[in-house]
């Protein structure tokens, strides 16, 4: 079978620069692609890159699809450097594939009794705070949603501010939310132990809410100080840079890390190997999260989540609070009306 392909590169403007410790994020870049079989079915797949984050930059995936002039062999190999591509082709792909492995029950393959992608409710959906003392406001309107699990951004001004503003969310907020902190790896491994000592001493009261996890405290090449911090403290410390891609994952998981392991479907590679991985190695503690992805790529993220869960109950809170965060209408478009858009 020959597969036409078409691509088109998107920009969208964040209403809000996103601020992290690896900078200010103003605009996310990406592409659609459309595939068509010779059946004439039509399907869309996302190349969504952070190149920052281990994955190929934009231009890279640009590059490779250009290289492909315009067809695709369903067997086609992408290569290893290009996750982002191997995603969204994949994920297409998929959806053209009538039929592998028949689902038990006669449902889809990709459901999940805990959630439906098409539809989430905010309480299985972790929100996403704005960084700094901005955070003291913003989660009032986020838990009045529905939402019951936040995500702070830190790293991104000084120790002190942020531990004051911390021990005012913690003494503010319902007792049953929980709070994930995330680093970026933007912390020294001093700066790292005095936080979650903090993040310890929150934990052992039990009238405060929960923090979860700190996300990734330091670089990914501190992996040794990485295993010392998880062996330290109580509060558990999740993976999420140093994890960015498929052969990434299975390396720390090789290795023995027992935290959590932070896993964004649109930049790890083949969204079927993803599956295996997950099927094989079931490792314990695993987060799903958005990389700012359209609704294309989103949804099959989403479809990998609900599969890579299957038959496990409760799951955390899924990482993808991240709509309504641009300056247009595409999270309740259709995903031909994006790309008619894109024209
Ligand atoms: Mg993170």
């Known amino acids: 079978m020959t597969i036409k392909v078409t691509v088109r590169p998107y920009r969208r403007r964040f209403h809000q620069p996103l601020q992290t410790a690896h900078g200010v994020w103003t605009e996310r870049a990406g592409a659609l692609l459309q595939l068509r079989d010779d059946r004439g079915r039509v399907v869309y797949g996302e190349i969504a890159p952070i190149p920052w984050f281990g994955s190929e930059t934009l231009e890279a995936a640009l590059e490779f699809c250009q290289a492909l002039a315009g067809t695709l062999a369903a067997d086609e190999g992408i290569p290893a450097r290009l996750p982002a591509t191997q995603f969204a082709i994949g994920s297409a792909l998929r959806q053209l594939d009538p039929s592998p492995r ?6 889809s393959r990709h459901t999940h009794s805990c959630f439906e992608p098409e539809s989430l409710e ?3 959906i972790c929100g996403l705070l704005p ?10 309107p986020r838990v009045a949603l529905g939402h019951r699990t936040l995500k702070w951004k830190i790293g991104v001004f000084p120790v002190a501010h942020e531990l004051a503003w911390l021990d005012q969310l913690v003494n503010d907020l319902p007792s049953h939310c929980r709070l994930r902190l995330d680093a970026n790896g933007g912390l020294t491994a001093s700066e790292a132990a005095h936080w979650l000592e903090h993040c310890d001493r929150v934990n052992a ?5 929960t923090i979860e996890h700190l996300e990734q405290p330091l670089p990914p090449d501190q992996w040794p100080d990485l295993v010392r911090l998880s062996q330290r403290h109580n509060t558990a410390i999740a993976l999420d840079e140093s994890v960015a891609t498929l052969p990434q994952l299975r390396a720390c998981h090789r290795q023995g890390w027992t935290g959590v392991y932070v896993v964004k479907p649109a930049i790890a590679g083949s969204p079927q190997q993803l599956q295996d991985f997950c099927r094989q190695c079931s490792p314990p503690q695993l987060v799903f999260s958005s990389v700012f992805e359209t609704r294309v790529g989103r949804q099959a993220a989403l479809a990998v989540a609900a599969a890579c869960y299957q038959g496990r109950s409760p799951i955390p809170a899924l990482g993808f609070g991240t709509q309504g965060q641009f300056d247009d209408d595409w999270d309740i478009w259709p995903p031909s009306h994006i790309w008619n858009q894109l024209r």
């Open 205 to 209: 009261n039990p009238h405060s809410c």
């Open 102 to 107: 028949p689902p038990r029950g006669g449902g």
């Open 122 to 124: 905010p309480d299985v």
């Open 131 to 140: 960084a700094g003392e901005a955070m003291l406001g913003g989660w009032p």
